[in-house]
């Protein structure tokens, strides 16, 4: 991490009140040369322990989740601090993955503890008693089932503002300080977590989710718009993502291994011989993916559930593109936004357990992360044969989905993504390589 994003660091927590505290903790902890990933795991702790408070809707539980999220911020805070020198591809793995994994528990936590009170449809505290009886209570869908819904799509809305945050950095030519708000709003842990355990008191699960939908839209806003274009998720977060170092003459040359293409993509890619820019046919097919999602998957019978994998399909052929126009690190995050999608409805559409689909849309984004921080440090530079691509995992759900067998693929399919990132997290050479690699 360099100076200016220590800085900004440093000056982002301070604006948020939390600076004294999270700085004692941080000298505390290197006192005791505990290192920066070792912070993130303890505040990790800390959240799967709110999380756990919160399966159990009650405002007794809510108030008790809350310290454990106070210190989830403020350890994970501590351990952003302590960055201030040049992450190892361990560290930085680490602090990203942990924030993620964090509101991830905290998400279905959440959602759980909704589940036991399916009258009040997950609004609960003063304001949420208030909106029942409203539209806001039949957003997302009518009861605990709305809930879920709200819940994976927010776990896909952390997902792409992480990808739009790491793609963003790759192309930026210098690290300034980054916006207060995006820094807030955009990346995961942090304050957020202290406002995701206001929301619950306050309004309970629906509201939360909806509050996190709105922040995730605005914090997409305020980066696409390039009011702030010196600054993103990713540059004042270390949580975000990596960030390439300021100034590489290459810096972006990675950015095409985050869209995380399989074997048959890549294939397809080599056809058009990478003249074709990603973005128009990627364009294409999120566009029929969105519109078909929208009017519901289950109205496509037999074959026709795959009309939107082979919609998407068409984003294959940028994948051999160096990804180097001045829209292109935009590619990455609207591919992973149609397999959220895509995933997200038809595990709704053809009746998976909610918490299920959940689980698979999480370890969908903790692929596309573990690939993004690999390729940063050049252990990712082929197909995603062991994750099977974005396409081949679509492909996967889609024949489940036309075979009338994917509530029983979509728990298999979650558990061998989740086993294979902490198989290859535990094997692979992204440890030891955060000592040797050098800026891509």
């Known amino acids: 991490m360099t100076a200016e994003e220590l800085a900004a660091n440093q000056r982002a927590t301070a604006a948020l009140g939390a600076n004294p505290v999270a700085r004692d903790v941080a000298r505390w902890a290197s006192a005791r040369e505990l290192a920066p990933g070792a912070m993130a795991a303890i505040a990790l702790g800390f959240g799967v322990i709110g999380a756990v408070w919160l399966t159990a809707d009650s405002v007794h539980t809510e108030v008790v989740a809350f310290p454990a999220l ?22 930085e793995w680490s602090l990203a993955a942990c924030a993620a994994l964090t509101e991830l528990a905290l998400y279905a936590g959440i959602a759980t503890g909704a589940s036991g009170d399916p009258a009040n449809a997950g609004l609960t505290g003063p304001a949420g008693v208030r909106l029942r009886g409203t539209a806001v209570a039949g957003l997302g869908g009518q009861g605990t089932a709305g809930v879920w819904r709200l819940a994976v799509a927010a776990v896909g809305m952390l997902a792409v503002l992480q990808m739009v945050g790491i793609c963003q950095a790759a192309r930026r030519a210098a690290v300034p300080r980054a916006p207060r708000f995006q ?17 619950v008191l306050i309004g309970g699960a629906r509201v939360t989710f909806l509050m996190l939908l709105v922040l995730g839209v605005l914090a997409l806003g305020t980066m696409l718009a390039g009011r702030s274009a010196a600054g993103s998720v990713a540059g004042g977060n270390a949580a975000a993502g990596p960030v ?48 078909l999602a929208w ?51 038809l595990g709704f559409a053809y009746r998976a357990w909610a918490p299920v689909t959940l689980a698979l849309v999480g370890a969908v984004m903790m692929r596309h992360l573990d690939l993004a921080c690999r390729a940063r440090y050049e252990l990712a530079r082929s197909a995603d044969r062991r994750g099977l691509g974005w396409e081949g995992r679509m492909f ?15 728990p298999l399919l979650a558990a061998y993504l989740w086993g294979l990132l902490a198989w290859e997290w535990a094997t692979s050479g992204l440890v030891s390589a955060g000592h040797s690699a050098v800026d891509g």
């Open 183 to 199: 820094a807030f709003a955009g990346a995961p842990g942090g304050a957020r977590l202290l406002l995701i355990g206001a929301a």
């Open 295 to 345: 009017l519901g998957l289950q109205n496509l019978p037999g074959i026709l559930v795959f009309t939107p994998v082979e919609a998407m399909l068409l984003a294959a052929l940028g994948s051999r593109h160096p990804h180097d126009g001045p829209r292109d690190w935009l590619a990455p995050a609207l591919l992973q936004a149609g397999e959220y999608l895509f995933l997200a409805a």
């Open 396 to 410: 996967v759900a889609g024949l489940a989905a036309a075979l009338g067998i994917l509530p029983y693929v979509y």
């Open 70 to 91: 106070i210190a989830a911020f403020i350890t994970g805070r501590a351990g952003r601090l302590m960055g201030n020198r040049e992450l190892t591809a361990a560290a």
């Open 244 to 291: 390439p170092a300021a100034g590489s003459a290459a810096q972006s040359r990675w950015l095409p291994w985050c869209r995380g293409d399989g074997p048959f993509s890549l294939w397809i890619g080599q056809f058009v011989e990478g003249r074709l820019p990603p973005l128009p046919p990627l364009l294409v097919g999120l566009l029929v993916t969105g519109v």
